[in-house]
């Protein structure tokens, strides 16, 4: 039976490096099937958000060939996060190199970007993001433009992931079975609100399928009742609290993040009319 892997390239130049690399090893692996996704000419910290949203989105194997370490950094840090692996495609041949040659290796400090106003606002999501994920400082969400709340495997995180992308601070707030929402979120008065909400039978093949991936047999993730009354539970919570409500079962991230884009321009609209 054929497996697939998720692959994301990422680039500071055209590609080819990163590509061969990827083409040379995957001939060698048996029965893989491969979904590649590209990046060229990342050579900026405004260019992250977008590619973890993505990855976030899809997750998979990241290997790059990304020299400056602010641009590395903040890759690796982000795919660190997201648990996701990350490798420098060079990796271990210059530091052999260096070794042997008894030369040091030279440090890229900096991308030397010109910095404007999207690049700051772009950046400062994904690390307000990346510091609120998975119920993260769920004490302190005020600094958010939008809470995005829901049970586990809901598409909580890729959703604020690709939100960031786009210059949005996002938190994401998950709602435990038998545990009450933490009193920050309860609490925030700034932040748009939004619970999403999926399928049971949908929700049930999702996690069955992370429990496979963690090698892991905990029923009670999974278990057909128990997880319908956590989606009952969570949207009578939506309800009770007045928050919007988007149904994620058949919706890509992009169309999730759009709609909940749009919850927050009419809210700038409502204020400021």
Known sequence: MSKTLVLHLVSHASGELVELLARNAIVQLEG?????????????????????????????????????????????DGCSHLLVPCQFALEPLIARLAEYSSTAVQVHSSSADA????????????????????????????????????????????????????????????????SQPPMGLLK????????????????????????????????????????????????RLFVARNWPVIDVTHRSIEQVSAMIIDLLRARANDAGS
Request: aromatic share 8%; glycine share 6%.
């Open 32 to 76: 893989l099937e491969v979904e590649r996704r590209l990046w060229k000419m990342v050579r900026h910290l405004g260019q992250v958000p977008e590619i973890l949203g993505e990855v976030a989105r899809r997750p998979g194997y990241v290997l790059h060939s990304i020299s400056h370490t602010d641009v590395r950094q903040a890759l690796e």
């Open 188 to 235: 925030a008065k700034g932040p748009l609100i939004v619970g999403l909400t999926v399928d049971p039978t949908r929700l049930a093949r999702v996690r069955s399928a992370r429990l496979r991936a963690w090698d892991n047999e905990d029923s009670q993730y999974n278990d057909f009742s128990a997880l319908r009354k956590e989606v009952q539970d969570a949207r």
């Open 115 to 178: 910095f404007d106003e999207d690049y700051y606002r772009r950046v400062e999501a994904m690390k307000y993001t990346l510091a609120h994920d998975d119920g993260i400082a769920s004490d302190d969400l005020d600094g958010a433009d939008v809470i995005v709340v829901g049970v586990s495997r809901a598409t909580k995180t890729p959703t604020c992931m690709y939100l960031a992308s786009r210059g949005i601070k996002a938190a994401n707030v998950p709602l435990v079975p038998f």
